[in-house]
């Protein structure tokens, strides 16, 4: 008889105080089993050096905890941007983010797939392909994955739906460094009724059929103010949102992200910050 796999459950994590002293201690706060982090302003093209001292200690209680840990990119790169300094920044960014994940020993690194702007598709496509091949190549042995994550849909974006991965893939000769972070808002913004009887299955259905069973490293585990197909990137606490509760039970039985960690973004609630959302998702999954 196989091993059940049990996805762990956290949150993306502040880190005031150092990312060892601060993500930890709000990590055990709120029972977290998992948790993503910012190795640099999220809004900012600066890239912070980091703290050995907490870098080590990260790395260690991941290491003999088990908790694994991703690193969340900035929120400004844009690979399929028409502004070269744009492009080149971003390819700094997300090198900076690859180094610093690997010293923390972080799993993953999750980059939003970009936009083209207000340039042609197939222009932002070519750069795509010119400047995160050589990132994915780069990668160490022992380094993170490099995970893209689709949008709401919104403007211009590269890709938004599940389907859209496999072209975005294709671009990048489907890279064995090159992995996915499904975010439950955007699908739902971008059209995926996770919400309807049998939406969440139909949905991982549809990615294990795009990108295969094993490319979905992590979801980000986000209920949504908006209806379905609103293209609005708007997340809401798990259950009190348009998605609900239950497509997230549906989500915890399905064989394409059994054992798939899930980090939630949520708004959180202001006595317990996101406490509460975890306990839902574990009661979700069955504790």
């Known amino acids: 008889m196989g091993v059940e796999l049990r996805s762990p459950i956290g949150a993306h994590v502040p880190v005031a105080g150092g990312l060892a002293t601060g993500g930890l201690r709000y990590a055990a706060q709120i029972g977290a089993e998992a948790i993503q982090v910012f190795v640099s302003n ?11 001292v907490e870098d080590e200690r990260l790395r260690a209680h991941s290491e003999q905890s088990g908790m694994p840990v991703f690193v969340h990119s900035p929120y400004l790169i844009n690979i399929g941007s028409p502004n070269p300094q744009t492009v080149a920044s971003s390819v700094a960014s997300i090198r900076h983010s690859l180094a610093r994940g690997a010293a923390i020993g972080a799993r993953g690194v999750v980059v939003h797939t970009g936009s083209a702007v207000s340039q042609p598709r197939e222009d932002a496509v070519r750069q795509l392909r010119e400047h995160l091949l050589p990132l994915l190549d780069e990668i160490p042995p022992d380094g993170p994955d490099l995970l893209f994550e689709p949008m709401a849909g919104q403007g211009a974006m590269l890709c938004a739906t599940v389907q859209d991965l496999g072209p ?32 969440m299955a139909a949905t991982l259905d549809a990615l294990a059929a795009t990108i295969g069973a094993d490319r979905l490293k992590l979801i980000h585990a986000n209920d949504s103010k908006d209806v379905c197909g609103a293209n609005k990137d708007r997340h809401e606490n798990i259950g009190a949102g348009r998605i609900g509760a239950e497509p997230f039970a549906e989500l915890f039985r399905h064989p394409v992200s059994r054992g798939v960690p899930l980090v939630i973004e949520t708004p959180g609630r202001s006595a317990d910050p996101h406490r509460a959302d975890v306990e839902t998702l574990k009661a979700l999954r069955g504790v």
Not at 42 to 52: E, M, S, T, V, Y
Not at 177 to 199: E, I, K
């Open 42 to 52: 999220p809004r900012g093209w600066a890239l912070a050096a980091g703290k050995q």
């Open 168 to 199: 975005y893939l294709d671009t990048l000769d489907r890279h064995p460094r090159a992995g996915v972070c499904l975010d439950t808002c955007h699908a739902f913004a971008a059209g995926h009724d996770l919400a309807a009887p049998g939406g």
